[in-house]
């Protein structure tokens, strides 16, 4: 036996917690490997839209989807014939172009010509992907358009000029820093004490001048800017407690002093002397009642981890559907109908924050998309719950808010599938217990697509997702004047 | 450090990594054996004694996007909970063969049906049924149907169904249909309607 005359302690210790410990590691191995870190995406900011792609790690090296950047653009058709990999992509407006590449090689074609990639090109479950430090000047010729790649923060400038926004610092009591932007933007807000961070994901925002400013004030220290992982982030630092405002309808964002706490009732003095009136420049304008606008919300369901179903093993719901929705979106925008997309990338939400983000954005109607190889042709579904007498304005629960917009949304579900008729493809409305529209408090259809034929890939192509589109954006019109109008 | 401690702290390594490894084949073993009973266990009901029931099956058709209504005849246990319990088996039987008009997940059951009072039904299936069920609205649609529609359709006294997984309440069956609700046998009745 071992003897343990010094550090006797120690050795006890050891002796019971190792082996524990050890036990406790290795079993906790398998879930620790399992968490992955988010994966690195990359932003792309054209005229009509903003949206990330998510990045493929091949080798070491970042390669980038084309269908996934392409899609947003314009309208794409792609498919891998052998070790080709053949794309035909017509811009919003423009004309059709075609680019070859083939698995392995670096050489392709664009446009007719030679081109080739810094890297092989790679073909993943089906899908075509490029070096990332390609896609700039291969997008450039595609669309025969500018493009501008900021390698270190992953964002991507299609066609559209960065928004350069402005510093104004205004000394005063409090001091106040003016944020100038030529557009109205919608940055996240995080304060931390001394600290305002403001993170813009879909606005091309990048710094006038320096990326750092420091400031001789005794308030507000200074303001640095930086990108990375496809957003741009504006870090202004002081010495006290911060808070930022919006001005201007989003145009300007105003950071000044944060107001001092509420003293508690200890702290307070027994005759409460006159209330100081708030400094004019902090106090909000009256705010005027918006105007009611018809927005239809396009969800496309599933995303990320979620891939829906397995419609055939290179072939997801989720990737289906979201090419599907930008198609309904455009379809409904040359209606002149403004249509947003709950996701526009491949990212995972969940059902109830989907119904939480689909209601707060207080839409005129809320589609869901999903697609399927079971039965053929499209299906239209309204929710299966008892009609409701509540009144859409009163209070209504979260489990059964639908219930009280059966009757628009079973209007909108026959229109749709009128026009789904007319356009000779096989359709039928049903009601579905489907999450998360049960909790949608607007009218609300789903519509599922299955394959037009036995051949079960057609359910992607580009010409039968058009003909669905143009139907469902189509039946959305012809309700328009039934559908009320929703103050934001 | 003299050898010795070296040796014998070596040893106590040697020891936990023996120990994590045969806690973790322990896992996967009892993981496996749950796999394989749930498996096994439509196999292993004792068949109830008695003569043959003619029973309602709301019967689903994915390739006809339908709820068909058919009859057969089976060996029906006298408890009622049981009896339920034994017709749907026979659904889930017709969608476990091959060729299957609605194919679900391999090895699916119905662990139990429990009634609450006189009108609620709570169907207990095992995780087969839900892991292996095809995605999308219309298959996961016409599960749900089936299995309300069945169960009314045989005992009229039932009004409300609700479907757990493995005793646990899931937000959805396979993505898409809401297996957090209570279905109502006069709900259910509509969209039966429209998929015949």
Same mark, same amino acid.
């Given at each position: 036996?071992?003897?343990?005359?010094?550090?006797?302690?120690?050795?006890?210790?050891?002796?019971?917690?190792?082996?524990?410990?050890?036990?406790?590691?290795?079993?906790?191995?398998?879930?620790?490997?399992?968490?992955?870190?988010?994966?690195?995406?990359?932003?792309?900011?054209?005229?009509?839209?903003?949206?990330?792609?998510?990045?493929?790690?091949?080798?070491?090296?970042?390669?980038?989807?084309?269908?996934?950047?392409?899609?947003?653009?314009?309208?794409?058709?792609?498919?891998?014939?052998?070790?080709?990999?053949?794309?035909?992509?017509?811009?919003?407006?423009?004309?059709?172009?075609?680019?070859?590449?083939?698995?392995?090689?670096?050489?392709?074609?664009?446009?007719?010509?030679?081109?080739?990639?810094?890297?092989?090109?790679?073909?993943?479950?089906?899908?075509?992907?490029?070096?990332?430090?390609?896609?700039?000047?291969?997008?450039?010729?595609?669309?025969?358009?500018?493009?501008?790649?900021?390698?270190?923060?992953?964002?991507?400038?299609?066609?559209?000029?960065?928004?350069?926004?402005?510093?104004?610092?205004?000394?005063?009591?409090?001091?106040?820093?003016?944020?100038?932007?030529?557009?109205?933007?919608?940055?996240?807000?995080?304060?931390?004490?001394?600290?305002?961070?403001?993170?813009?994901?879909?606005?091309?925002?990048?710094?006038?001048?320096?990326?750092?400013?420091?400031?001789?004030?005794?308030?507000?220290?200074?303001?640095?800017?930086?990108?990375?992982?496809?957003?741009?982030?504006?870090?202004?630092?002081?010495?006290?407690?911060? !808070?930022?405002?919006?001005?201007?309808?989003?145009?300007?964002?105003?950071?000044?002093?944060?107001?001092?706490?509420?003293?508690?009732?200890?702290?307070?003095?027994?005759?409460?002397?006159?209330?100081?009136?708030?400094?004019?420049?902090?106090?909000?304008?009256?705010?005027?009642?918006?105007?009611?606008?018809?927005?239809?919300?396009?969800?496309?369901?599933?995303?990320?981890?979620?891939?829906?179903?397995?419609?055939?093993?290179?072939?997801?719901?989720?990737?289906?559907?979201?090419?599907?929705?930008?198609?309904?979106?455009?379809?409904?925008?040359?209606?002149?109908?403004?249509?947003?997309?709950?996701?526009?990338?491949?990212?995972?939400?969940?059902?109830?924050?989907?119904?939480?983000?689909?209601?707060?954005?207080?839409?005129?109607?809320?589609?869901?998309?999903?697609?399927?190889?079971?039965?053929?042709?499209?299906?239209?579904?309204?929710?299966?719950?008892?009609?409701?007498?509540?009144?859409?304005?009163?209070?209504?629960?979260?489990?059964?808010?639908?219930?009280?917009?059966?009757?628009?949304?079973?209007?909108?579900?026959?229109?749709?599938?009128?026009?789904?008729?007319?356009?000779?493809?096989?359709?039928?409305?049903?009601?579905?217990?489907?999450?998360?529209?049960?909790?949608?408090?607007?009218?609300?259809?789903?519509?599922?697509?299955?394959?037009?034929?036995?051949?079960?890939?057609?359910?992607?192509?580009?010409?039968?997702?058009?003909?669905?589109?143009?139907?469902?954006?189509?039946?959305?019109?012809?309700? @328009?004047?039934?559908?009320?109008?929703?103050?934001? | !450090?003299? @050898?010795?401690?070296?040796?014998?702290?070596?040893?106590?390594?040697?020891?936990?990594?023996?120990?994590?490894?045969?806690?973790?084949?322990?896992?996967?073993?009892?993981?496996?054996?749950?796999?394989?009973?749930?498996?096994?266990?439509?196999? !292993?009901?004792?068949?109830?004694?008695?003569?043959?029931?003619?029973?309602?099956?709301?019967?689903?058709?994915?390739?006809?996007?339908?709820?068909?209504?058919?009859?057969?005849?089976?060996?029906?246990?006298?408890?009622?909970?049981?009896?339920?319990?034994?017709?749907?088996?026979?659904?889930?039987?017709?969608?476990?063969?091959?060729?299957?008009?609605?194919?679900?997940?391999?090895?699916?059951?119905?662990?139990?049906?429990?009634?609450?009072?006189?009108?609620?039904?709570?169907?207990?299936?095992?995780?087969?049924?839900?892991?292996?069920?095809?995605?999308?609205?219309?298959?996961?649609?016409?599960?749900?149907?089936?299995?309300?529609?069945?169960?009314?359709?045989?005992?009229?006294?039932?009004?409300?169904?609700?479907?757990?997984?493995?005793?646990?309440?899931?937000?959805?069956?396979?993505?898409?249909?809401?297996?957090?609700?209570?279905?109502?046998?006069?709900?259910?009745?509509?969209?039966?309607?429209?998929?015949?």
């Amino acid at each position: 036996m071992p003897r343990f005359d010094r550090n006797a302690p120690l050795w006890a210790a050891l002796v019971v917690f190792a082996p524990l410990l050890l036990v406790v590691l290795l079993l906790r191995l398998v879930p620790v490997q399992a968490q992955a870190p988010a994966p690195a995406q990359i932003t792309v900011y054209s005229p009509q839209t903003s949206y990330s792609v998510s990045l493929l790690d091949v080798k070491g090296q970042p390669y980038v989807g084309l269908v996934e950047v392409l899609e947003p653009l314009g309208s794409l058709d792609a498919k891998p014939e052998g070790k080709k990999y053949k794309l035909r992509f017509t811009p919003a407006g423009g004309r059709t172009e075609e680019a070859q590449f083939t698995e392995g090689k670096d050489k392709g074609k664009v446009r007719g010509d030679s081109y080739k990639l810094p890297a092989t090109f790679v073909v993943q479950n089906g899908r075509g992907y490029v070096p990332l430090t390609a896609i700039s000047n291969l997008l450039a010729r595609l669309l025969s358009t500018q493009t501008e790649f900021h390698p270190a923060g992953r964002r991507l400038f299609v066609a559209t000029v960065p928004e350069r926004f402005t510093l104004d610092m205004r000394a005063g009591n409090p001091s106040r820093l003016l944020l100038g932007f030529s557009s109205a933007v919608n940055p996240t807000i995080a304060t931390e004490p001394g600290r305002v961070r403001l993170t813009f994901r879909r606005e091309p925002v990048v710094a006038a001048g320096a990326d750092k400013v420091n400031y001789d004030d005794p308030l507000i220290t200074g303001a640095s800017f930086s990108e990375h992982d496809g957003v741009a982030e504006l870090d202004i630092t002081g010495t006290a407690p911060l !808070m930022a405002n919006f001005a201007d309808g989003g145009k300007t964002i105003i950071v000044t002093g944060a107001p001092p706490p509420p003293p508690s009732m200890a702290e307070l003095p027994a005759p409460a002397p006159q209330v100081p009136p708030l400094p004019p420049a902090v106090t909000p304008p009256p705010r005027q009642p918006a105007t009611p606008r018809f927005l239809v919300l396009i969800d496309p369901a599933h995303g990320g981890a979620d891939i829906g179903a397995a419609i055939t093993p290179s072939l997801q719901e989720k990737d289906v559907v979201l090419a599907l929705a930008r198609r309904v979106q455009r379809e409904l925008a040359s209606h002149g109908v403004a249509a947003g997309l709950l996701r526009n990338s491949d990212i995972g939400i969940a059902l109830d924050q989907r119904a939480v983000s689909a209601n707060a954005a207080r839409p005129a109607l809320y589609v869901a998309l999903h697609a399927a190889n079971t039965g053929r042709g499209v299906h239209v579904f309204t929710e299966l719950l008892p009609a409701a007498n509540t009144s859409p304005q009163s209070f209504l629960p979260w489990d059964t808010a639908q219930a009280a917009f059966l009757d628009l949304s079973g209007t909108v579900a026959g229109s749709v599938a009128a026009e789904l008729e007319a356009r000779k493809l096989p359709n039928a409305t049903l009601l579905a217990p489907l999450r998360p529209m049960n909790n949608i408090a607007a009218p609300a259809v789903a519509v599922e697509i299955a394959p037009p034929s036995e051949n079960v890939e057609e359910i992607a192509s580009a010409a039968y997702q058009e003909q669905v589109a143009q139907a469902i954006a189509a039946g959305i019109v012809a309700v @328009r004047p039934k559908l009320p109008e929703v103050r934001p | !450090m003299s @050898r010795r401690i070296v040796v014998v702290f070596g040893l106590l390594l040697l020891i936990a990594l023996g120990l994590g490894i045969y806690a973790w084949h322990l896992k996967r073993k009892v993981a496996r054996e749950e796999q394989v009973a749930a498996q096994q266990q439509l196999a !292993m009901a004792p068949p109830a004694n008695g003569l043959p029931t003619p029973v309602t099956l709301y019967v689903a058709s994915d390739s006809m996007a339908t709820l068909g209504k058919s009859q057969m005849s089976i060996v029906l246990p006298p408890e009622r909970s049981e009896r339920a319990r034994a017709v749907l088996r026979a659904l889930f039987s017709a969608y476990l063969k091959s060729p299957s008009p609605h194919p679900i997940g391999a090895g699916a059951d119905v662990r139990d049906v429990y009634l609450l009072g006189d009108d609620t039904a709570v169907v207990d299936t095992n995780t087969a049924f839900a892991d292996g069920h095809p995605s999308g609205v219309l298959a996961e649609e016409l599960t749900v149907a089936s299995i309300v529609a069945t169960l009314t359709a045989d005992d009229s006294r039932i009004q409300r169904v609700k479907i757990l997984v493995n005793g646990h309440e899931r937000e959805t069956l396979a993505g898409h249909a809401d297996l957090q609700r209570f279905y109502l046998a006069s709900n259910i009745g509509q969209a039966v309607k429209d998929l015949q």
